[in-house]
C-alpha cells in the first residue's frame, strides 16, 4: 500500500504533470474561453518552473540549516548513509556513483575525522540484495579501500524508501540503537524527510546535510532565460515537501 502511495506521490511532485495536463485538457476544451484559460495557466506554470532566481531561492529556503557542519566537538557511534547515492554494475562487476555520492564521501571524510565509529550504508542501489540488485561485498571492499576496517562498516541491504530506512536499521541492530548518538548523513532536500522518518520510530537523529550549493548566486541576463532542465529539480523538492506534509498527517 505504502509502495502505491510512493507512485502517486512521485505522479503529483513532477510539474510537467499540470503542465501537461493543463495542455492536453485545453486540447479538448470545446469553450474557447477556458480553451484560453488553461493554454495561459499552463504557460505560465512553465515559465515559473523554468525560473532559475525562484528555483535558487525555493531551494535555499527549504534547506535553510542543512548546510551547517555537524557539532563541531560530538562523535557519533554511528553516521547512516542513506541510499541513492550508487548503483551496482553486473557487467563490469563495479559500484557507480551518482551525483548523491557526496552521501558517502563526507561520511568517510567524517569518519576519518573521528566524528563517527562506525558507518552504515541503509538501502543503497549499489548494496541490496533483493532480486540481487546490488552487491555488500563490493561496497565493504571499495570502503576498505578507503581505509575503513570491517568492523566498522555496517550493510542495511534491505531498505527501498525513506520510511524503510529507520525501519530495517531497527530489524538489523535493535532496539539499542535508539540510546546510541545517531548522525544521518543525506542529501540537503533530502534532511527534513529523514529525519522525521527515524524520529517516527523513535530514534532521535542529528542531520548531516550534503549534496547543496550554498554559493550566493549573481545573476546576469542569461540566468532568466527558461531553463528546461529545472523541472526535474523542482520535482525533487516537491516530491520532499509532500512528503513531509504527508508524516505530519499519518
Not at 158 to 177: C, D, S, V
Amino acid at each position: 500500500m505504502y509502495l502505491l502511495f510512493s507512485r502517486i506521490l512521485y505522479f503529483l511532485s513532477s510539474p510537467w504533470s499540470y503542465i501537461l495536463a493543463l495542455f492536453v485538457i485545453a486540447v479538448f476544451c470545446k469553450k474557447r474561453q477556458h480553451k484560453f484559460f488553461l493554454s495561459i495557466s499552463a504557460l505560465i506554470l512553465l515559465l515559473l518552473f523554468t525560473n532559475k532566481p525562484l528555483y535558487d531561492n525555493a531551494i535555499k529556503g527549504w534547506i535553510k540549516g542543512t548546510e551547517l557542519d555537524a557539532d563541531t566537538t560530538k562523535v557519533y557511534d554511528y553516521g547512516v548513509v542513506e541510499g541513492g547515492f550508487a548503483e551496482y554494475d553486473k557487467v563490469r562487476d563495479r559500484i557507480e556513483f551518482s551525483e548523491g555520492a557526496d552521501r558517502l564521501t563526507d561520511a568517510i571524510i567524517l569518519y576519518h575525522n573521528r566524528r563517527i565509529r562506525k558507518i552504515i550504508i541503509s538501502g543503497d542501489g549499489s548494496v541490496i540484495t533483493r532480486d540481487s540488485i546490488g552487491s555488500p561485498e563490493k561496497m565493504i571492499k571499495f570502503l576498505n579501500y578507503m581505509g575503513i576496517p570491517n568492523e566498522d562498516i555496517i550493510i542495511e541491504p534491505n531498505a527501498r524508501n525513506t520510511k524503510e530506512h529507520p525501519e530495517e536499521i531497527l530489524k538489523l541492530l535493535g532496539e539499542r540503537i535508539k540510546s546510541e548518538n545517531i548522525l544521518i548523513i543525506t542529501s540537503a532536500i533530502h534532511l527534513k524527510r529523514s529525519l522525521s522518518a527515524f524520529e517516527r520510530n523513535g530514534i532521535k537523529a542529528d542531520g548531516y546535510g550534503v549534496d547543496i550549493t550554498t554559493d550566493d548566486p549573481k545573476y546576469i541576463w542569461a540566468d532568466w532565460i527558461p531553463d528546461l532542465n529545472l523541472p526535474s529539480k523542482w520535482y525533487w523538492l516537491i516530491h520532499e515537501q509532500i512528503g513531509c506534509f504527508v508524516y505530519k498527517l499519518i
